[in-house]
């Protein structure tokens, strides 16, 4: 029953050409307006007077991006081993919006995401896998590995003893308020770690992320320049090949035009005295374009498939045909769900290419002109495409049931147009405050676009995490979900008001 | 499946409108019935009711035995022509009839057939916005027939058609009935089933005013009157007159005269020397015998 349903639904669909070319140009709309997207995007670097290739930002062993800039002070390890340090100190500067234009504007403070500690990192290159344990300007003493991971120790800051032992792949972190009772903080495992890696003492600073509301009511936000200098002391190195003497590494330091670094780091040792200045942060690259930037179109995408499932529902009632698909079809309840079961699978069917293709030709053309994308892992990118064809597949469903309830095609694609349209262009274009556009993220069908979202909010990195900058408020899969159920929902009540209702 | 529809004490209201008011009435398979009434007697909303549109408010209505919504693949049991305007204006008629098709596992093969037998294949390809009403009536009649079913119910088939196309249906209709299946058609005016209903069932108000054979219905309506052809109509009436009949002025030179038998009549204008060309056993039409029935009913007179 159900099956022949679903067919009769789907030759419904098919044998109207607008309707077919409808989902042909939403599915157009998406391609076409991500290559426009990508086709716009430039971006070109000098040095000095010399146009050079944009630096990328270096990958993780894992593929990502991540930025890897700070001050390392190092000795080799063969194997096993260990460091002890006391972080007794942390002071810095930070750099404030001009009071006078063209005046710099600094002040002396430490950001509260400042760290300095002690790291295993299996080389001075860029995006090496490390382990750190650390002191933080206001999160209390973490140990963080491979960028991505953080764990929370005590609350206190400087002064506070700190312990890293390698044994093996694993490395423990720990903590000590007097250099006596100790306590664990996290484990970290690096798998493949290298038998010789560097372990010492670092510094890094990421840069002042400041808020500010604008006119309308939206907000935006600037990082400004800040470094942090930690005192330490009680250094002790344990471990075979530590015996040589301190190598300073100032990584990821760029180089201004005239050759001399740019805000460099430094390092003074007095005696048993270590002074580490260091700016930057380690942590993921969350500044550069994303995937689902290439996936603009699907926005105007979605207003085309919803006219046109609109239309599919509301042409039962224009012309009095539901009589007949009742005649062929009497348990009503079913009809409505055969019919959005096809919509959903149509669109579903013709967004997918669409959705699979648009990233990687989009990002091939932006790598050409300069401009990089983040990388993310398969399962990421697969939930995106999917989910960004998903998306467009249950607003058809969403469509369908609202023009089955509300009979007429301009009252239903005016409301499903508010209801998933209107709440995520609000919410994303920086007018409303950022706690209603959450808001209007978590309630509204709108929700569902947050499984566009390839990069995830980090707690230890500081950022403008929202929906303006591409943050939703709830997870991927979860907000999905919201739409979903308000698709159902909506579906139910148009399978009840069809079975009450006299046809 | 019986094929039979049973329709037993319907009632309707919408708001303050009475629209079925104990409608019952049985059709047998083997004949079309012709369900007939005013416009606003009922007949669509039963017809709805039947093919479970519509809910009552009291009362059932049954298709061979179950109610229509009970049916699977229901267009295999009935097969209703309700509004022949209700199509896609977009979509071909060859491709209504496939989804409908579809809908209860029937292929294309079955589409091409029909249209076929409707004679619709030549334009089957184009959009069924452009049809004529005659194109729309026969597409309506192809869906009607697609699950080749033993009920059929038509409503107001004959609306808008051209006399080509009544001619058409009036005969599919017969035939299909004499397959046996059971065939109702409503219609508001009754000459559009003359030659064609074996039974009526007259509706008025929401109820069910007569329902009765036709050729019963005729023959009373007759009631042994004598239809007499005449160049001197004049003289015939006054002569027929004399002797006691009571003469009505007819068509073109007839008089219908009730009370004496033909052989007496013939008798009577010889004995006047009133010329005549024939004198017959008066017919009325089923329009007469009609507006005869439901005289008394104001509800119907229209």
Redesign the interface.
């Known amino acids: 029953m159900t099956a022949r349903l679903l067919r009769a639904e789907w030759t419904k669909l098919r044998t109207v050409r607008g309707w077919m070319a409808g989902l042909a140009a939403s599915s157009l709309l998406v391609l076409g307006l991500g290559l426009l997207f990508a086709a716009g995007g430039h971006s070109s670097c000098s040095q000095g007077p010399v146009e050079v290739p944009c630096p990328t930002p270096p990958l993780s062993r894992d593929g990502r991006a991540v930025e890897d800039r700070f001050f390392f002070v190092s000795r080799s390890l063969d194997g096993d081993g260990g460091i002890t340090a006391r972080v007794t100190a942390m002071n810095g500067q930070i750099r404030l919006p001009d009071a006078t234009p063209g005046v710099r504007n600094v002040v002396s403070g430490v950001v509260p995401w400042a760290k300095a500690g002690i790291m295993v990192k299996e080389s001075t290159k860029q995006g090496a896998a490390y382990a750190a344990v650390m002191v933080t300007g206001a999160h209390g003493v973490r140990m963080q590995h491979d960028f991505t991971e953080d764990v929370a120790g005590s609350a206190g800051g400087a002064p506070r003893w700190l312990r890293l032992t390698r044994t093996g792949e694993t490395i423990t972190g720990e903590e000590s308020p007097d250099g006596r009772r100790w306590t664990t903080v996290g484990t970290a495992r690096l798998t493949g770690l290298a038998h010789r890696v560097r372990i010492g003492l670092f510094a890094a600073s990421p840069g002042d992320v400041r808020v500010v509301r604008n006119p309308l009511g939206g907000s935006a936000s600037a990082s400004r320049f800040t470094e942090v200098t930690a005192t330490m002391d009680e250094v002790t190195v344990r471990g075979a090949g530590t015996g040589g003497t301190w190598s300073r590494d100032d990584i990821g330091v760029e180089l201004g035009p005239d050759g001399n670094p740019h805000h460099p780091g430094a390092f003074v040792g007095n005696g048993g005295t270590f002074a580490l200045t260091g700016t930057g942060d380690i942590a993921p690259d969350t500044s550069n374009g994303r995937i689902e930037h290439a996936l603009t179109g699907v926005l105007i995408a979605l207003v085309v498939v919803v006219a046109v499932m609109v239309s599919f529902a509301t042409a039962e009632y224009r012309r009095g045909l539901i009589r007949t698909t009742l005649l062929a079809g009497p348990r009503r309840g079913r009809m409505a769900v055969a019919k959005a079961v096809v919509a959903g699978a149509a669109t579903f069917a013709f967004a997918l290419p669409a959705t699979a293709v648009t990233p990687p030709l989009a990002r091939g053309i932006l790598r050409g002109n300069g401009v990089f994308t983040l990388p993310v892992g398969t399962l990421t990118e697969v939930r995106v495409v999917v989910g960004v064809a998903a998306l467009l597949a249950v607003a058809a469903v969403l469509a369908v049931a609202l023009g089955l309830l509300f009979r007429r095609g301009a009252a239903a694609a005016v409301a499903a147009i508010t209801a998933l349209v209107v709440p995520y262009v609000l919410a994303t274009a920086s007018i409303l405050p950022d706690e209603v556009s959450r808001w209007l993220l978590r309630l509204t069908p709108a929700a569902g676009f947050a499984v566009q979202q390839s990069i995830p909010e980090y707690a230890h990195v500081i950022g403008h995490y929202a929906p303006a900058a591409g943050y939703f408020p709830l997870p991927p899969w979860a907000g999905f979900a919201v739409l979903c159920a308000y698709a159902v929902v909506a579906l139910g009540l148009a399978a009840y008001r069809l079975e009450r209702r006299d046809a | 499946m019986e094929a039979t529809i049973e329709v037993s004490g319907l009632r309707k209201r919408y708001g303050r409108t009475t629209a079925l008011d104990g409608m019952t009435f049985r059709v047998r398979p083997g004949r079309v019935t012709g369900f007939v009434g005013p416009n606003g007697a009922g007949k669509s909303t039963t017809m709805?009711v039947v093919?479970?549109?519509?809910?009552p408010d009291e009362g059932h209505a049954l298709v061979g035995g179950r109610p229509?919504?009970s049916?699977?693949?229901?267009?295999t049991h009935?097969g209703?022509l309700?509004?022949v305007?209700?199509?896609?204006?977009?979509?071909?008629g060859r491709?209504h009839l496939?989804?409908?098709a579809?809908?209860?596992?029937l292929g294309a093969r079955r589409v091409d057939e029909l249209l076929d037998l409707v004679g619709l294949a030549p334009a089957a390809r184009r959009r069924a916005g452009g049809y004529s009403l005659g194109m729309r009536g026969r597409l309506g009649i192809a869906?009607a027939l697609l699950g080749d079913p033993p009920v059929l119910m038509l409503d107001e088939p004959f609306n808008g058609l051209d006399p080509e196309g009544i001619v058409w249906i009036r005969g599919f209709l017969r035939s299909l009935a004499a397959e046996g299946r059971a065939v109702l058609v409503s219609s508001h005016l009754m000459s559009e089933l003359q030659d064609t209903a074996g039974h009526l069932v007259v509706a008025g108000r929401g109820r069910v005013v007569a329902d009765v054979g036709v050729d019963e219905l005729i023959a009373t309506a007759s009631r042994a009157r004598v239809t007499v052809r005449t160049a001197a109509s004049p003289e015939a009436a006054r002569a027929l007159a004399g002797a006691g009949a009571t003469v009505t002025v007819g068509e073109r030179d007839t008089l219908v005269v009730s009370g004496p038998p033909a052989e007496d009549v013939v008798r009577l204008l010889g004995a006047c020397g009133v010329p005549f060309s024939e004198v017959s056993a008066y017919r009325a039409t089923l329009e007469e015998a009609y507006l005869d029935l439901t005289g008394g009913f104001s509800g119907v007179v229209r």
């Open positions: 709805r093919l479970g549109l519509d809910a229509y919504r049916l699977r693949r229901p267009l009935v209703a309700l509004d305007g209700a199509l896609q204006p977009g979509r071909s491709d496939l989804w409908l579809h809908s209860q596992g869906a």
